[in-house]
């Protein structure tokens, strides 16, 4: 946490970040990332309350010509004080999979899920903005998209896991898993799909203490040492 932007990417040619969290950090224009190469790859990451206090970006900034690419990241409680790009405010080509984009902009206000004026989470080049396989709020045109809330485990405690009854689970594509881990170190693909959002989900968890049956007439303690 912050009062400025996590990552600062200038002179290179392109930039892979993985398995990383951004939270609390205020800056002009992209919270969590502001980027300036060519290419930037973005996996398994969570942005949650990042603020973009002059221009748009409050997630991530790519500068004009600047390409994107996002895998399996979560961004929640994003927010722009000014204008749109509470999440994106995008210069190039942007493509995002498997991710959840949820509650952000004015979405955090109390006219939940959105005011009447409400702040567009993207801003910049949209004409070359993809998204698929992705949990996004009021909807987006794509492939396999979901409007449906992803049911965070505990979002006011920054617990971005998934319940069991998310609908992210098993939802996502396969095919654009490059990082064997999530974010919490578990693997990427439990149960043969790929999960939405920067946490796979590890199933519910078994008895972890042993059973012991006993015999009800039985004489003794009462705790199964003696029958």
Not at 85 to 92: P, Y
Not at 103 to 130: K, R
Not at 137 to 157: A, M, S, T
Not at 176 to 182: G, P, T
């Amino acid at each position: 946490d912050n009062d400025g932007v996590d990552i600062f990417v200038l002179g290179s040619d392109s930039l892979r970040i993985t398995n990383s969290s951004f939270s609390g950090n205020a800056t002009e224009s992209g919270g969590g990332i502001a980027s300036y190469v060519p290419y930037l790859e973005v996996e398994n990451c969570v942005f949650h309350h990042c603020d973009a206090e002059i221009a748009g970006g409050g997630a991530i900034y790519t500068s004009l010509g600047s390409d994107l690419t996002v895998r399996n990241c979560t961004f929640t409680e994003n927010d722009v004080d000014e204008g749109d790009g509470s999440v994106f405010d995008l210069g190039g080509t942007t493509l995002v999979y498997n991710s959840i984009i949820w509650w952000n902009g004015n979405a955090q206000t109390s006219d939940f899920p959105y005011e009447d004026d409400p702040e567009d989470p993207f801003h910049g080049n949209l004409e070359d903005l993809v998204l698929s396989h992705c949990i996004y709020q009021d909807g987006w045109p794509g492939f396999n998209n979901l409007d449906v809330d992803p049911l965070f485990k505990d979002e006011p405690n920054s617990d971005l896991s998934l319940l069991v009854t998310s609908p992210a689970i098993n939802a996502g594509l396969n095919e654009e898993v490059i990082v064997s881990e999530d974010i919490a170190g578990n693997p990427r693909i439990i149960s043969g799909k790929v999960d939405l959002g920067a946490y796979e989900f590890e199933g519910i968890s078994c008895q972890s203490e042993p059973i012991l049956y006993v015999d009800i007439d039985a004489n003794g303690e009462d705790d199964g040492s003696s029958w």
